[in-house]
């Protein structure tokens, strides 16, 4: 009680006890289907293509570091080759939630999932 008194108040205890029960909440939301995928190269958008496509795609992407295999089928996509070192792109599997997504550091690739088209920034006023 003597760390509580002199140091906390019971306001403080309030305020880290919601954002403890938000975070717990925040991990155990079930996360929604995506329906698109992004594939960014050095930053930059490179395709959008659609989740939901019953057909199997085959995407040949041109990393840093060489080409990568990227499959889009049944809702999940996935790097099946890729010429970077430690293949953790491909370790990272399937993916099909809403903001997950597959990076390939070595090749500067991130694949990402989300609910709806992005839209471009048009400006930004202060």
Not at 94 to 107: D, L, S
């Amino acid at each position: 009680h003597v760390f509580v008194n002199k140091f906390l108040t019971a306001g403080d205890l309030i305020i880290i006890l919601l954002i403890l029960i938000a975070g717990l909440v925040s991990l155990y939301y079930p996360r929604q289907n995506g329906s698109i995928v992004y594939i960014k190269v050095n930053g930059e958008i490179k395709g959008v293509y659609n989740l939901n496509n019953k057909n199997k795609q085959t995407i040949t992407i041109a990393g840093k570091k060489g080409t990568m295999k990227v499959e889009i089928q049944e809702g999940r996509v996935w790097v099946s080759e890729s010429s970077c070192p430690n293949k953790l792109c491909i370790k990272m599997g399937k993916i099909h939630k809403n903001g997950e997504m597959i990076v390939c550091v070595p090749n500067r690739v991130i694949i990402s999932v989300k609910n709806k088209e992005e839209k471009e920034v048009d400006a930004i006023t202060m």
